[in-house]
């Protein structure tokens, strides 16, 4: 049985194209599934897709030093280099953002892991520089439709008492990915050159096969869409699947939650720049802008700033692997400190670590401390990274979490992934790594003061729950259609 609670304008007055419904039995039936087989699927997945991403994205700062010395390149070459994928990035986010609402999750997703797969493998065999900054630009137009998709599909499908401690362990072992191609470009490179590092490519493919056979469409976004007898038909299949795994017949769902949805099926941009959501907006784009910039600064130029210090370019690629697994362990930890005391202190705690291992690699005038500066630098603020990506998923409704992520991180890479390493790139050649780290302290501490300030704390709270503060009263008609 259900009924409806109309919550009016003032006057009343609303277009009833804009009107929106509110629903929740998907959602609830989400939250009371027990965690199994079904959901370690879904994790998995995800993990894979982001093991292709990472192994994408760091062969660009593990093949820099080369491709510098086979073509070479000028100081603003290297910074076009280091920023070339990324300007794709934040273009194809702001694009895959509606993309995501109106489709889904999954056909972006399945779309993106072809075009970076592909071009990311004929990276291999580009017969000049300008082919090359070519094709780096094609797969960011696959990276920057991928980027935030597994977050929103791990936010979506797993339960809220989990949702930090599963992104926390899942980037855990995505850091392998960065770990794993900086590694094997220490022996590859000096051996072999650039070229075989991008026949790594093929994990994208790999991906795109898992995902194809194995990946549903998010359950909450068909029903927030208004496609409720595919919402149905997901989540059917998806209880049959539990309860098999589980044993025994499911427990009934514990709270009736709730998802809006506009009744004409678009998910209206302007609502991320109105409202409750405008402030959220604001400290968002604000805090990955700041904070994203040491993480940048070390994912990129890590081994170039090592080789500029006076390291043999083996001896800096396998330094740079050995601080990129730093981050495996903090998100481990992270990931477990995320649910037993918050989003909050987590990030904040972290990223100041980060910026105390920034002061330390700055000022090193020794091998072990520069790995210790490194590993500090790069190990907390990955980790933090990817926490505020998940703080970001948190922020937006259903219907609207495509864009709100997507615009998000479009900002945070254009500010901290272009604008940041397009200068740091010149301040490496021209002023010293001491300059270059300077810049990236200051704006971490910028981002940490804002997000300490004004982020809400989102743990263990349901998506549903969050979306209730975006639904003011005086926001349109509201029907309320809840089960009983």
Request: net charge neutral.
């Amino acid at each position: 049985m259900s009924k409806s609670i109309k919550l009016g304008h003032a006057q009343g007055e609303r277009d009833m194209t804009t009107e929106t419904v509110v629903t929740g039995s998907i959602a609830s039936r989400l939250e009371r599934l027990p965690l199994t087989s079904w959901h370690w699927r879904i994790i998995g997945i995800c993990l894979v897709c982001w093991l292709a991403e990472a192994i994408d994205i760091g062969l660009t700062g593990a093949t820099i030093p080369s491709l510098r010395s086979d073509f070479h390149l000028t100081g603003t070459e290297v910074g076009l280099l280091g920023t070339s994928t990324t300007i794709t990035i934040v273009i194809f986010l702001f694009i895959a953002g509606p993309l995501i609402d109106h489709f889904g999750k999954r056909q972006v997703l399945l779309a993106a892991l072809l075009i970076f797969g592909i071009s990311t493998i004929a990276t291999a065999f580009s017969p000049s520089f300008g082919v090359v900054i070519a094709l780096r630009i094609v797969a960011g137009m696959g990276l920057g439709m991928l980027f935030t998709v597994p977050y929103q599909i791990i936010v979506e499908m797993v339960p809220a008492n989990i949702r930090g401690l599963s992104v926390g362990a899942v980037n855990a072992v995505l850091n392998l990915g960065y770990f794993s191609n900086l590694l094997a470009a220490s022996f590859i490179i000096p051996a072999m050159g650039w070229r075989p590092m991008y026949l790594l490519g093929a994990m994208g493919l790999i991906a795109f096969v898992i995902a194809w056979w194995f990946l549903p469409e998010s359950p909450r976004w068909l029903e927030a869409k208004g496609r409720r007898d595919e919402a149905e038909a997901e989540m059917n299949a998806i209880e049959v699947t539990v309860e098999r795994s589980y044993g025994k017949p499911l427990p009934p769902p514990k709270h009736d939650l709730r998802i809006a949805t506009r009744i004409d099926r678009k998910a209206a941009l302007s609502e991320m720049f109105s409202g409750v959501l405008l402030w959220r907006t604001v400290w968002l784009w604000i805090v990955v802008s700041c904070l994203w910039s040491t993480f940048y600064l070390f994912s990129i130029y890590l081994p170039t700033m090592l080789n500029s210090q006076g390291m043999a370019l083996g001896s800096a690629l396998l330094t740079a692997a050995v601080a990129n697994a730093a981050p495996i362990p903090t998100h481990l930890i992270g990931a477990w400190l995320l649910e037993k005391i918050g989003r909050r202190f987590t990030v904040t705690t972290y990223a100041g670590i980060s910026l105390i291992g920034v002061v330390v690699f700055a000022s090193a005038n020794t091998y072990s401390v520069a790995l210790l500066g490194a590993s500090l630098a790069l190990g907390f603020m990955a980790a933090a990274f990817s926490f505020t990506k998940l703080v970001a998923a948190e922020q937006y409704p259903t219907r609207l979490r495509g864009s709100g992520t997507t615009f998000t991180e479009a900002v945070g890479r254009g500010i901290a992934g272009v604008l940041v390493p397009f200068f740091t790139g010149d301040l490496i050649v021209n002023r010293g790594v001491t300059a270059a780290c300077a810049l990236a302290v200051g704006l971490g501490i910028v981002g940490i003061v804002v997000y300490a300030s004004f982020a809400r704390e989102t743990r263990g709270t349901t998506l549903e729950e969050l979306e209730e503060a975006t639904i003011a009263p005086d926001a349109g008609v509201v029907e309320v259609a809840q089960r009983e």
